[in-house]
């Protein structure tokens, strides 16, 4: 924080401004507000600039244990949060996460805290796959051969995840998450289709019994959550930053998301390039 009483203060930033007023807000959900801002959305600037106007009560102190870049990922691991809160995942369950970003990694991290034995993690792209499988997934598998193999068939009971998390925004995940979920189980969605539309098969969701969730954002309290558990280290932020670019270097930064390599990208503005050395 550059000035006011907070000044040098490090900060996590909520980048979702609700309004407060509206009836959803005021019965405590502020992540649904209808006219919710959010940092880098329409009209709403965002954050690739090395100054930042923002509401001071969206700002929460970060731990002299947590470096700036690992403060960038507090947010997500705060949707993570309240999407496993949606899933009613208790110790001993198991679960299915079907993507694996930056989101479903911190996902297969938020569940092995939460006490799951049982994680089996999709993905198409053998890297993610790779991280899911170093983030605790007991199950780490290609999209295709975990659909193949039927391997939903392997966790404990063999019909399938008790709560299934669908985080690529595809329809075919979808598909899988329902495909690989119980009978009676839950299936929560957090991908953000690019056509603004999801399908699946009713037949099959229907004769299980399933219940569909959506997830928005973050609920009250997450961010404050996340943070302690990154603090404890029970959830590890560093593996996720695989590219670190200063605010000049933002072609290659939005080239390294459009091209899908590594995991999280982070632009810090105060950081200077090789160039600009």
């Not at 890297?127 to 039927?150: K, P, Q």
Request: aromatic share 4%; with cysteine; proline share 7%.
């Amino acid at each position: 924080i550059e000035s006011g009483p907070r000044a040098g203060d490090r900060v996590a930033v909520d980048p979702a401004i609700p309004c407060r007023r509206c009836a959803v807000c005021l019965a405590g959900q502020p992540h649904l507000c209808p006219q919710l801002r959010f940092a880098g959305h329409d009209s709403t600037d965002g954050a690739l600039r090395s100054l930042l106007t923002w509401p001071e009560r969206l700002t929460y102190p970060l731990p002299d244990t947590l470096s700036d870049a690992e403060g960038a990922l507090l947010e997500p691991l705060g949707v993570a949060l309240h999407a496993l809160d949606l899933g009613r995942v208790q110790p001993g369950t198991s679960a299915g996460v079907f993507g694996c970003g930056p989101i479903g990694l911190l996902l297969v991290q938020a569940l092995r805290a939460a006490g799951v034995t049982a994680i089996l993690a999709t993905d198409v792209l053998p890297h993610r796959v790779e991280a899911a499988a170093a983030m605790g997934a007991t199950h780490a598998l290609h999209a295709e051969e975990a659909l193949a193999e039927r391997a939903f068939e392997r966790l404990p009971g063999g019909l399938g995840v008790d709560v299934a998390f669908e985080v690529a925004g595809e329809n075919a995940a979808v598909a899988d998450a329902i495909a690989a979920t119980r009978p009676g189980g839950r299936v929560v969605l957090l991908g953000i289709p690019d056509g603004d539309r999801t399908s699946f098969s009713a037949s099959k969701a229907r004769r299980k019994g399933l219940t569909i969730l959506l997830s928005r954002r973050m609920a009250p309290g997450d961010l404050p959550r996340a943070i302690r558990l990154a603090e404890s280290r029970r959830i590890e932020l560093v593996p996720l930053l695989t590219e670190r670019c200063a605010l000049s270097e933002w072609r290659d930064a939005f080239g390294a998301l459009v091209e899908r390599r590594g995991l999280k990208v982070v632009i810090e503005p105060q950081r200077v390039s090789e160039e600009e050395n």
